[in-house]
């Protein structure tokens, strides 16, 4: 059974997937009551699940009339994962902007679950807490040369 975020995370990508103008707009207050749940569990699930580096910008307007739009990113046609992560993966990445980008080339098809897998493995195996700035260079090298390896390799039969 998955997490109280993920069932959130999952009605709002429904609503985007099947919404006719590309974008959804919700209320912040109506989503918590459907869900049960406090308002800040909604802000939590829009600050970690609908990032840029995932695909999606959300704008928000407090108060009673507020409102909360998210818009998916178009992921266009020449831009491939391959260019996405020469453009992301600098000389150093943080956890959190790793983990988008792998979840955003999940997204797009670029990676299945498994290749996601194997690359967080990876990447996220090497951590230590001795050097931070030492780990994010490390974890940008290894990330590039795991999904570069991955994204490059022909198609399996």
């Given at each position: 059974?998955?997490?109280?975020?993920?069932?959130?995370?999952?009605?709002?990508?429904?609503?985007?997937d099947t919404g006719p103008h590309g974008f959804v707009e919700v209320q912040r207050r109506e989503l918590a009551e459907r869900f049960r749940c406090a308002p800040s569990q909604i802000n939590y699930v829009l600050s970690t699940r609908f990032t840029v580096e995932?695909?999606?910008?959300?704008?928000?307007?407090?108060?009673?009339?507020?409102?909360?739009?998210?818009?998916?990113?178009?992921?266009?046609?020449?831009?491939?994962?391959?260019?996405?992560?020469?453009?992301?993966?600098?000389?150093?990445?943080?956890?959190?902007?790793?983990?988008?980008?792998?979840?955003?080339?999940?997204?797009?098809?670029?990676?299945?679950?498994?290749?996601?897998?194997?690359?967080?493995?990876?990447?996220?195996?090497?951590?230590?807490?001795?050097?931070?700035?030492?780990?994010?260079?490390?974890?940008?090298?290894?990330?590039?040369?795991?999904?570069?390896?991955?994204?490059?390799?022909?198609?399996?039969?």
């Open positions: 059974m998955g997490s109280l975020s993920d069932y959130i995370e999952s009605y709002l990508k429904l609503l985007l995932r695909g999606y910008v959300v704008e928000t307007r407090r108060g009673g009339g507020g409102y909360i739009r998210i818009f998916k990113l178009d992921d266009e046609p020449e831009t491939s994962g391959i260019q996405m992560v020469y453009e992301s993966v600098g000389d150093a990445i943080d956890r959190k902007a790793a983990e988008d980008l792998i979840a955003r080339l999940v997204d797009m098809g670029a990676l299945d679950c498994k290749d996601a897998a194997c690359v967080r493995a990876a990447v996220f195996d090497q951590e230590s807490d001795e050097d931070p700035e030492l780990e994010g260079i490390i974890r940008a090298r290894v990330l590039r040369a795991v999904l570069m390896l991955m994204l490059t390799r022909p198609p399996m039969e």
